[in-house]
């Protein structure tokens, strides 16, 4: 992920609005994963969980970096989504998955960056805690 995203960052500041979305879970929340009340608590899958903090982490700093740029760095968890990755468990369709990946991709100069939104959030913010 991030060799990539360097790959492609000199092209990215050609655009007049880059966008930068890393495409995470819930399960990559610390903040969630200490909480004995969330719903996914015991759902400990250490290389997926930490795969997903690492890419979030990258998300901050990633955002930090670009910060006096036109670059919009966010991570979005679009939810548990039924796909091949889980057998298709997951309660969320592909296509609810994407919208909520493309409204908070598709943000205008003024949105945010260097956040953590989520499907599974449920109040009007959609953010997620890190």
């Given at each position: 992920m ?32 200490s ?27 990633l955002a ?11 991570s ?15 309660p ?6 994407a919208?909520?990946?493309?409204k ?8 945010p960056?260097?956040?953590?939104f989520s ?7 959609e953010?997620?805690?890190w």
């Amino acid at each position: 992920m991030i060799n990539v995203t360097q790959t492609f960052l000199e092209l990215l500041k050609k655009s007049d609005s880059p966008r930068i979305s890393n495409i995470t879970s819930g399960l990559g929340s610390l903040t969630l994963h200490s909480d004995p009340t969330w719903k996914y608590y015991a759902i400990k899958a250490i290389s997926y969980v930490s795969s997903k903090t690492a890419l979030n982490a990258f998300t901050v700093t990633l955002a930090y970096e670009l910060k006096d740029l036109a670059f919009k760095v966010n991570s979005i968890d679009p939810g548990y989504t039924a796909t091949d990755f889980n057998h298709h468990n997951g309660p969320g369709s592909v296509e609810s998955a994407a919208s909520f990946i493309i409204k908070h991709t598709l943000v205008d100069e003024n949105g945010p960056t260097g956040k953590f939104f989520s499907n599974d959030i449920e109040d009007e913010s959609e953010e997620s805690p890190w």
